[in-house]
């Protein structure tokens, strides 16, 4: 079967008990016990809820992994997915990962002596070269966040094996439909479920899918005993947010793809970073591993002046953090998601003070447009 017949037809669609077309908001937090000799699949809802699991086994199927995880938020997934890692481990991170992943990163797990190395990943030999004895994973995002660079994911894996290292990889950017991470050989997929997948701007939540039964079962064993899980409603969105990824992205997609060239031919535009377009440096390593560019790009309009009056000229897209709603959103990565890095740092990185990062949504592309054509016109 095909994606986009997955997205509706996976196993986890109709109710096995009434035959309804959606999985029932299980709102029970314990389940009465037939026997207690006879343990049943359901005793407690930290451990297992039927809308959760309907949610779960879904994304797994997805995402081509053995077991799927729902949690309460991106973040949620992440730190309880780096929590199987001990004291005096060492994980190598990419450095322009998303902001709350390099926070627990670079502050929270040292705390527990989980020692954590930011990398330029899409410069192998800097991967290869932070590899010490204690080097027990490698954690990718590609594209980044927000200057959509690309990791070659399959030479990444190549490397990380060499050495038994876990791979991770967050995928909120691609959804399982653009990328499956898991095909090109990752052991562990997270998303922000938030973005994408939900999709609606009306949930946060996280997933992680597991590829082998042992990693699996840690993850789980995070999941039961840490307890940051999703919530019964919460599942209930992601399952219906899921069966319209298709449709949603290819048509935000598109949009992007016409924004992203249109930006790029403009004189007051410096520079504009996706995937889909011909001077983006690594295209050709993304479409070797993902089907399409996605919906989220950015652009620097050459000085900060421009690209603070664009910020105060724009109308129909919102102005906020997060992505993958039905809603264009626009943002200003120096004064919102990337605050929190050091100017110097952040200049190094290439997040300058001109840089806007648009998450394309549904709207009509000719009065999306309008909207960035006089926003960008300066006064
Ligand atoms: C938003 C986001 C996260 C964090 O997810 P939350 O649901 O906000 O906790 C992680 N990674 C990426 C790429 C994101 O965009």
């Known amino acids: 079967m095909r994606f986009g017949s997955k997205l509706i037809h996976n196993g986890n669609e109709i109710d096995k008990n009434t035959g309804a077309l959606s999985i029932p908001i299980y709102h029970a937090s314990t389940y009465h016990q037939e026997d207690v000799d006879r343990p049943q699949e359901f005793d407690y809802s930290r451990s297992g809820n039927p809308t959760r699991k309907a949610l779960e086994e879904t994304i797994a199927i997805l995402e081509g992994g053995d077991r799927g995880f729902a949690f309460s938020s991106g973040m949620a ?34 705390r527990f002596n989980v020692e954590v190395t930011f990398v330029d990943a899409s410069d192998l030999d800097a991967v290869r070269s932070a590899i010490r004895s204690n080097t ?16 070659n994911i399959r030479e990444a894996v190549k490397i990380a094996k060499e050495r038994e290292l876990i791979t991770i990889i967050d995928n909120t950017f691609m959804s399982p439909y653009l990328q499956r991470p898991i095909e090109l050989g990752i052991d562990i997929v997270i998303h922000s479920a938030t973005k994408f ?21 840690k993850v789980y064993s995070v999941q039961n005993g840490f307890g940051a899980i999703l919530g ?18 290819d048509y935000q997609q598109r949009n992007a793809q016409r924004l992203a060239e249109w930006l790029d031919s403009l004189p007051n535009v410096r520079q504009v970073f996706y995937p889909g377009i011909s001077s983006h440096k690594d295209r050709d390593v993304h479409f070797s591993q993902a089907d399409g560019a ?37 943002s200003y990565p120096v004064k919102m998601s990337h605050a929190s ?39």
């Open 77 to 110: 997934a992440t730190s309880s997915v780096l929590s199987i890692f001990s004291s005096g481990d060492h994980i190598i991170v990419c450095e322009d990962v998303y902001g709350g992943t390099y926070r627990i990163g670079s502050g929270f797990f040292s």
């Open 136 to 151: 027990k994973a490698l954690f990718l995002e590609t594209p980044s966040n927000p200057l959509l660079k690309i990791t």
């Open 197 to 217: 997948i939900g999709g609606h701007s009306d949930v946060v939540a996280g997933l992680a899918v597991v590829k082998g039964r042992e990693l699996a079962a």
């Open 232 to 249: 019964p409603q919460d599942s209930w969105l992601l399952l219906r947010g899921l069966k319209t990824l298709k449709v949603r992205l």
């Open 294 to 330: 996605g919906a989220v790009l950015s652009f620097k309009t050459g000085d900060r002046n421009s690209a603070a009056s664009f910020m105060k000229k724009i109308k129909m897209a919102a102005v906020a953090v997060s992505l993958g709603g039905v809603e264009t959103i626009v």
């Open 341 to 379: 890095i050091p100017q110097n740092e952040r200049e190094r990185l290439g997040i300058t003070d001109d840089l806007i990062r648009v998450s394309v949504g549904l709207e009509e592309m000719e009065d999306l447009m309008e909207d960035f054509q006089s926003s960008l016109v300066q006064d």
